[in-house]
């Protein structure tokens, strides 16, 4: 554990060597984040709701998934690097340590300028809370709560996902970041908007609506039933498949590096 | 000019390597771009059209958008420049008797031609075999030769502009915070996130007269149908202003910053 830590220290250390490139790059973050937050300000001054979802319903559904995206995002982001690290042979001198091989995938790539994105991420959420017109209790608050937590898994298992396919090809499967980047921004909409088959896919086969359109229908009272409230749970049954692959991933590695 | 053609050949071949890269991301586009067409087709399903554009022109805007995606994509492209200023192979590049301006600003231009030209046609194929309302419409083909000159032009501008951020790379050792807000900053202002259009008026004509709309907005919206005639002149006009302040401005930076350059690494 105590090596863990050490790890963990040294990255922050190093990132936080070039104290105005890593402050420029928290700021660039958060006008990435801003402007699309801009795009949908924009919508929204001439149009009053899309399929019956207000402003304030959109921008919580929007601050749900940046907040999810940036914490998972600065713990499983640096794994975008690791088709990398398997094509030139690093991952070689990984698999030699005694220590667990995932966590010293991610360690070294934590990102800690995600700062920028978590924090407009918040300000959005405090400017959607009233807006939605949601009356929060207890169960609502959970609600939110576990769509954030669970989404943020959910987003770093999708990381991982994509970076296991790397022992197969042995590259970076650029496709796969529609579910990562993209569904960071299409998930500003809840995702019936984008219509009955899509929907089905993001339930079923990547569960991202579970994190965001079915607790939103219980939180804006569309659905009274609790269980979409625990829905966002479920979604984390993806962290099996997810795993399963990567130690697949391992078992059958054989080493690219020279 | 004869060597700055093979310079702009060999990038281009280079480029053409990796064909099962090529096919993935043909159909990432494909995707992407479907998924933005159903977001504004919700926005539209909602409200009469009282937006700047209608519906079947968005569509096309955003097919063209993310076909050419590449080819308006002002920050990311060029690796081997920013490798040779990291490394300081650099110095061979300044030993050379070619001027460091022409020779990054071809470069700038290849890197962003070779991978839009094997990503364009499969994609643009695929978008005009959808059904009706998201379909890629054909303007006609006065407005497509229109939108050619204004893309080889919107070409010009994103290498200028992006010669001008490499030269900041003399200055700043990490070059990712500069890239993080160059990336925000002139994707949102060329209508990359939404396009200009959609807008509040006042604020979207200010915008309008930008560099950066300069990039993708002005040949995306003459294809789309949303610009035309004494408008998309203007615009066209403005492109080439832009396209003259930037590279005059570039050119002499980087006369300046050579003057004064400090070469990294051994």
Known sequence: MKFYVRLFSLNSKSQMQYKFSFFLSCLGQFITAFTSFFSIRFIFLQIDTVDEFTYGQVLLCFSVIMLSFSIGEAVGGGLASFPRMVNVGEFDRIMTRPRSLILQVIIPFFDFTRVGLLVQGAIVLALALPLSGVVWTASKIIGLVLMIVCGAVLFFCLFMFQAAFAFFTMNSLDFLNIFTYGARQFGRYPFSVYGKRILGFLTFCIPLALIQYYPLLFLVDESSHPAYMFLPCLSLIFIVPCWALFRFGIRRYKSAGS | ?266
């Not at chain 2, 900053?185 to 560099?211: D, M």
């Open chain 2, 1 to 266: 000019m004869k060597s700055y053609l093979s310079l702009f050949r060999i990038r281009m071949i280079n480029g053409l390597q990796y064909r099962a890269v090529a096919l993935g991301s043909i159909f990432t586009r494909f995707c992407w771009a479907l998924m933005e067409i159903l977001a504004f087709f919700a926005v539209h399903r909602s409200n009469g059209g009282s937006f700047g554009m209608t519906f079947s022109q968005t569509a096309s805007y955003i097919w063209m958008q993310q076909t050419f995606i590449l080819m308006y994509n002002v920050i990311d492209g060029d690796q081997e420049i920013e490798a040779s200023v990291n490394d300081g192979s650099i110095a061979y590049e300044l030993a050379r008797p070619m001027n460091l301006y022409g020779n990054w600003f071809t470069q700038c231009l290849a890197n962003r031609l070779s991978p839009t030209a094997i990503n364009c046609l499969p994609a643009l194929l695929l978008a005009l075999l959808m059904p009706a309302p998201y379909r890629l419409s054909f303007p006609g083909i006065m407005t497509t030769a229109l939108f050619l000159a204004s893309t080889i032009l919107a070409l010009g501008v994103v290498g200028a502009i992006a010669v001008l951020m490499h030269i900041t790379m003399f200055y700043t050792t990490s070059q990712r915070g500069v890239k993080i807000i160059g990336r925000a900053v002139t994707s949102f202002f060329a209508g990359g996130l939404l396009p200009l259009p959609y807008f509040p008026k006042a604020f979207g004509r200010i915008v309008r007269l930008l560099p950066f709309a300069a990039t993708q907005s002005t040949p995306l919206l003459i294809y789309s149908g949303s610009l035309t005639g004494a408008d998309a002149a203007f615009a066209m006009g403005l492109q080439v202003f832009w396209l003259a302040v930037l590279a005059a401005l570039g050119y002499y930076a980087m006369s300046r910053t050579l003057n004064r350059v400090v070469v990294q690494g051994g």
